[in-house]
Nanobody, 115 residues
C-alpha cells in the first residue's frame, strides 16, 4: 500500500523557516520523481517543487518559491524534504508530497505564516 506521511509544519512569523519531511512507503522510492504541493485555504492543490528520481536528481520550482525553498531527497530513508526559508503569509496552507502516478495522498502538514 502506497503511503505518504508529511510532518514538520507549524506556525512561524514572516521571514521564518521550516523544514518539511515526507516519508513514503509501498513503492521503490528511489525510482520515482517526488513532488511537493501547497493547498492554500479555500483553494486547490498547486505544485510547489519537484525532485527527479535517483540520486542527485534534477529539481524544479514554481516561480513564487524560487530562491526560498529547496527540495531534496534521502533515498536511504525514503524521505523527501522541503526546506522553506523567508516564509511569506501567502505560503500559508497545507503541504502534501506525492509521487506520480500514485493517486494516494497523505494527511498533509499545516504551515501558518503570520505576524
Amino acid at each position: 500500500e502506497v503511503q505518504f506521511v508529511e510532518s514538520g509544519g507549524g506556525s512561524v512569523q514572516p521571514g521564518g523557516s521550516l523544514l518539511l519531511s515526507c516519508v513514503a512507503s509501498g513503492f521503490p522510492f528511489s525510482a520515482y520523481t517526488m513532488k511537493w504541493y501547497h493547498q492554500a485555504p479555500g483553494k486547490g492543490r498547486e505544485l510547489v517543487a519537484v525532485v527527479a528520481q535517483g540520486s542527485g536528481g534534477g529539481t524544479y520550482y514554481v516561480d513564487s518559491v524560487k530562491g526560498r525553498f529547496t527540495i531534496s531527497r534521502d533515498n536511504a530513508k525514503n524521505t523527501v524534504y522541503l526546506q522553506m526559508n523567508n516564509l511569506r503569509p501567502e505560503d500559508t496552507g497545507v503541504y502534501y508530497c506525492n509521487a506520480p502516478p500514485f493517486a494516494t495522498w497523505g494527511q498533509g502538514t499545516q504551515v501558518t505564516v503570520s505576524s
